[in-house]
């Protein structure tokens, strides 16, 4: 799997207004849920490596995540698209070693990344969030490398209308699952999570507006 800083895996809302600037600057294209839903869309952070080439980012739906320990999280209905670009095994741009080759484990990572950067149990103590969060993202690191593990099962979803499989997963906190467009020429991958929403209905497509996310 593709190491990625904690700068770089956020999935937090943009706070920057929201601009396109970074997702028009990526040479992959994005994905969200198809036309079917027409609930609020809006843009999170784009992540990009150390000389400027975007990576990844993610559209998200629904109500925008919150960790406020005074808001339930049953009440908020959401669902994050995140499209990874597919890289080989290249060097990194500091020269000082390679980067390994973007897979379905690189979107099942950021996508687990994302719904615990939006999780905190009620009862935990605020100085105790980040503890609880490195461990838990331990877990979603090493959940991500297991794909094929009991901890995943088979889900079948439409992307760009064509039947595709995603390795899908449930916790208290949400779902994530995770899988490649293979019809797209870009060959990006697809990483989703969610919490409210169900995960069985959703319809995943390209992107041909971003203006739609720009709430």
């Given amino acids: 799997m593709e190491t990625t800083s904690r700068a770089e895996s956020e999935t937090a809302p943009a706070d920057d207004g929201r601009k396109v600037d970074g997702y028009l600057l990526a040479a992959f294209p994005w994905y969200g ?5 027409t609930g609020p869309r809006w843009l999170m952070r784009v992540g990009a490596a150390a000389d400027g080439t975007v990576e990844h980012g993610a559209t998200g739906h629904g109500e ?8 339930a999280k049953e009440t908020h209905r959401f669902a994050v698209v995140v499209t990874v670009a597919s890289r080989p095994v290249r060097p990194s741009t500091d020269d000082t070693g390679f980067l390994e080759a973007t897979s379905v484990s690189t979107a099942a ?10 999780t905190w149990p009620s009862q935990m103590d605020r100085s105790l969030r980040q503890d609880w969060l490195d461990q838990q993202t ?12 009991e901890g995943w099962s088979e889900l079948i979803l439409p992307v760009d209308g064509a039947p595709t499989a995603f390795r ?11 899988g490649s467009a293979d019809g ?6 697809i990483g989703a999570y969610g919490r409210g929403m169900s995960a069985y209905g959703l319809a995943f497509s390209i992107v ?3 203006a739609a996310y720009e709430g």
């Fill in 109 to 118: 990572w950021l996508a687990g990344a994302g719904l615990l950067a939006h």
């Fill in 33 to 37: 849920l198809d036309e079917a839903y």
């Fill in 184 to 189: 797209d020429p870009e060959g990006v991958h």
């Fill in 138 to 149: 331990m877990i979603a690191w090493e959940l991500a490398d297991e794909l094929d593990g």
């Fill in 64 to 71: 925008e995540p919150t960790i406020r320990v005074e808001t």
């Fill in 168 to 178: 899908y997963r449930e916790s208290e906190y949400g779902w994530v699952l995770a």
């Fill in 208 to 210: 041909k507006d971003l």
